[in-house]
């Protein structure tokens, strides 16, 4: 306060006089003394300071005086305050929470990150997110992370690694920040397990009803005979299929064979009877 850079006539006083006394007497024994201490200025306004004190000694280190420094901690305190409520906020969120410097280290993880990835504890910390990444993606992190620097802010999927060696899918929203000067890089992760199996569920349903349809379509051109229509079907079977880009069917009616370009022998099959009229 302004009242400390006024020289001389004790421009604080000690709060509690019992920190007073031990504080003198601490010095007049010829020690130093050093802590926080709460002060109240001349306006009457209370406030934390560091205190540093220490006893003046003449030749033959009698105490003969004592000299004392204050440093008002109020801005620091305030500041200490406000990393602990945003740090209880970060522990307390729903979502994956890392935050990582530059070289991808990772600096700070919540409860959520740790569990999520199948650690406790601040095993995260220090880690890299490079080896926590899967390969797909380990090998775009230093290109996001160039993004996050020239835009402040980005949104992307990954995939990480849990500690069992599993992965998982997230998605990604991640900020620049500054902390003490420093350049860091928060990332606000949610696992998307559900929604890419949802994805994928409604995919294969959609490859389901454009085979269908595409079959109606089929049936109804005219001068379109059986064995055209055997193999059209064939050929159209395995994009209604999971993995459909090594899917392969035939047909089998009778002695003939209707079959894609791509068909063989495997003991990785389904075979179903054709129904005709219910026969």
């Given at each position: 306060?302004?009242?400390?850079?006024?020289?001389?006539?004790?421009?604080?006083?000690?709060?509690?006089?019992n920190?007073?006394?031990?504080v003198f007497?601490?010095?007049?024994?010829?020690?130093?003394w050093?802590?926080?201490?709460?002060?109240?200025?001349?306006?009457?306004?209370?406030?934390?300071?560091?205190?540093?004190?220490?006893a003046?000694?003449?030749?033959?280190?009698?105490?003969?005086?004592?000299?004392?420094?204050?440093?008002?901690?109020?801005?620091?305190?305030?500041?200490?305050?406000?990393?602990?409520?945003k740090?209880m906020?970060?522990?307390?969120?729903?979502?994956?929470i890392?935050?990582?410097?530059?070289?991808?280290?990772?600096?700070?993880?919540?409860?959520?990150?740790?569990?999520?990835?199948?650690?406790?504890?601040?095993?995260?910390?220090?880690?890299d997110?490079?080896?926590?990444?899967?390969?797909e993606?380990?090998?775009?992190?230093?290109?996001?992370?160039?993004?996050?620097?020239?835009?402040?802010?980005?949104?992307?999927?990954?995939?990480?690694?849990?500690?069992?060696?599993s992965?998982?899918p997230?998605?990604?929203?991640?900020?620049?920040?500054?902390?003490?000067?420093?350049?860091?890089?928060?990332?606000?992760?949610?696992?998307?397990?559900?929604?890419?199996?949802?994805?994928?569920?409604?995919?294969?349903?959609?490859?389901?009803?454009?085979?269908?349809?595409?079959?109606?379509?089929?049936?109804?051109?005219?001068?379109?005979?059986?064995?055209?229509?055997?193999q059209?079907?064939?050929?159209?079977?395995?994009?209604?299929?999971?993995?459909?880009?090594?899917?392969?069917?035939?047909?089998?009616?009778?002695?003939?064979?209707?079959?894609?370009?791509?068909?063989?022998?495997?003991?990785?099959?389904?075979?179903?009877?054709?129904?005709?009229?219910?026969?």
């Open positions: 306060p302004e009242e400390l850079e006024k020289a001389g006539g004790g421009p604080a006083t000690f709060v509690d006089q920190v007073a006394h031990e007497d601490t010095i007049m024994n010829g020690r130093s050093s802590g926080e201490v709460e002060m109240l200025s001349k306006s009457g306004r209370k406030f934390i300071a560091l205190e540093r004190a220490d003046i000694k003449d030749e033959t280190g009698k105490v003969i005086g004592l000299i004392g420094v204050h440093t008002d901690l109020t801005e620091r305190k305030k500041a200490e305050k406000e990393i602990q409520f740090g906020l970060l522990a307390a969120a729903a979502d994956s890392l935050v990582h410097d530059l070289s991808g280290r990772i600096v700070y993880a919540n409860k959520v990150a740790e569990a999520l990835r199948g650690y406790a504890g601040g095993e995260l910390i220090s880690k997110l490079h080896k926590l990444s899967t390969p993606y380990a090998k775009l992190l230093n290109k996001r992370i160039s993004e996050i620097q020239q835009k402040g802010e980005v949104i992307f999927e990954s995939a990480n690694y849990r500690n069992d060696g992965s998982f997230i998605e990604v929203h991640a900020l620049l920040i500054d902390v003490n000067g420093e350049k860091l890089i928060l990332r606000i992760g949610r696992d998307i397990t559900e929604r890419k199996r949802a994805e994928h569920q409604i995919r294969e349903r959609m490859k389901e009803l454009r085979a269908f349809f595409n079959l109606a379509e089929i049936t109804e051109r005219e001068g379109f005979s059986l064995e055209e229509l055997y059209e079907l064939a050929n159209m079977l395995p994009d209604s299929w999971q993995y459909n880009d090594i899917a392969c069917c035939r047909i089998v009616i009778g002695d003939r064979e209707f079959h894609t370009k791509n068909f063989r022998e495997s003991e990785w099959m389904q075979s179903a009877p054709i129904k005709v009229h219910g026969t």
